[in-house]
């Protein structure tokens, strides 16, 4: 079974308008080459993502499983539609597909009682398998103002998705790395969470967490960033992952942002195809891991 783990869909009013302009950005870098005309000061009315461009995505894939994650920007800066009402969209949007389409809740622990009451009210509606959370927008994983968020998330029994690494726009980086989530971990042993990207840069803090935590996860999205430019530092980085945490790494593309540049398809066959590891250790991170975390 092929599951991508980390996946975004969204419609243009579901974004601030600074995370939409960050998000464009690499367009700044391809407008020359492919003659585009892109005015980087004004913001696209049209920049979105819908449940049927994921379903084109899998297909391509193929792809058997995809878990998407709204994500809460609006903290930073308030989109034109609450973040409810975005996270209702998602739900509702999957809702034909649940079968092969996982959502999860996107909000932000800042919200305190709110976000505690959304994720319960999302758990008791729609099942709601886990939260995704973005440390950027302020806030550190093990500040004590946070600590209530994960006890319910824990209580709830939902997995956690983190972003973790790189940040752009008005959110920042410093809020980001891994080892944050160390006394997380510790407190809450059933609460399962996935650093996404690896941790990015900080990836060795990842690992370190894996090793010393049996419910911390992450993810392989974002590693396509390497590629077609770079094949050989994306083969180390899953080669890292082959030896440094086997059972704890699950494939994703954080569709759609890199499509523009290197198709998620694509990013599929290099980790299918590659000679990273062998075929028992592909199968657990093309799938195996994250259907074990979910109980898929």
Known sequence: MIIDSHVHIWLRDHLPDSMVRAYLEPLR??????????????????????????????????VDRTVVLPIDYNIVEQARIDIEEYNTWVFDSVA?????????????????SRAIEIMERFVRRYDALGVKVYPATGWYPNEERIMEFWKHAD????????????AWGPLEEKYNRPSFFDQVLER?????????????????ETYDLC????????????LQGWLP?????????????????PDRASFGTDFPLFDLS????MWLNFVRERPWADE??????????MQRLLDL
């Open 262 to 265: 290197y198709a998620s398809s």
């Open 188 to 204: 809450h042993s059933d609460l399962k969470v996935i650093i996404a990207h690896l941790g990015g840069k900080y990836r060795q």
């Open 155 to 166: 209580d709830l029994g939902l997995a956690v998705v983190t972003h973790a690494g790189a």
């Open 280 to 289: 028992d250790t592909k199968a657990k991170v093309l799938g195996g891991n």
């Open 96 to 112: 034909p597909y649940r079968d092969r389409i996982v959502p999860f809740i996107g909000i932000d622990p800042q919200r305190g």
């Open 211 to 222: 090793a010393r935590h049996p419910n911390c996860y992450t993810d392989i999205s974002a």
């Open 229 to 245: 430019s770079d094949p050989d530092t994306c083969l180390a980085r899953l080669k890292e992952v082959a030896e440094k945490a």
């Open 29 to 62: 870098a391809l407008k020359d080459l492919f003659d585009l005309d892109i005015d980087a000061e004004n913001v696209w009315p049209d920049y979105g993502v819908d449940v049927s461009k994921v379903l084109e995505m899998m297909a391509a894939g193929p």
